[in-house]
């Protein structure tokens, strides 16, 4: 059963455009993997929300979005941005 | 164009269910307001996860949204749930 991967990201000041590029590097590497079906970014339509991007993707399961995820962080070595925090986690829809 | 409601929920230790049954009042109230489209609530499947909740939703535009939740502020009286933190912001999808 897919299960929904959903990461807000606390974007620090000014650096907006580098945090698309750091998420864009990281899609393209996740996309090529086993159990992958879809993502989509969102920005905040307002400049002041806490989290001016939130990821939500979707994953044919637990344990594949797991294995792609480490496999990135051994094989895709990217600079962190400075003072960027993201709280990534998986979800069901309970309610409609 | 339509916008994209994306409300995480800190919900308190112990009060999962009181934090689901305070969203579907909000819900029920909301999906009789103009504008509505569609809402789905997700529930972390790791029980650590920062956001227990998280709500994404789905509006015709930002001023239909505004004036539904301004409408539910006046006239749906919840009682807050002690400790419980939210972070609604409207978005666009920027990249699949």
Redesign the interface.
């Known amino acids: 059963q897919n299960?929904?991967l959903?990461n807000?990201f606390e974007v620090p000041k000014g650096q907006e455009t580098e945090t698309?590029v750091y998420?864009?590097a990281a899609?393209d590497f996740l996309m090529e993997q086993p159990g992958y079906v879809?993502?989509?970014?969102?920005?905040?339509?307002?400049p002041d929300?806490?989290?001016h991007l939130?990821n939500?993707a979707e994953w044919e399961s637990?344990e594949t979005f797991k294995a792609a995820t480490s496999k990135m962080r051994k094989e895709l070595k990217q600079k962190p941005i400075e003072g960027m925090k993201f709280?990534p986690?998986?979800?069901?829809?309970?309610?409609?």
Chains 1, 2 share one sequence.
């Open positions: 299960v929904i959903i807000p698309i998420w864009e899609r879809s993502t989509e970014l969102h920005q905040s339509i307002q929300a806490k989290f939130i939500i637990i709280y986690a998986l979800y069901d829809v309970i309610r409609k």
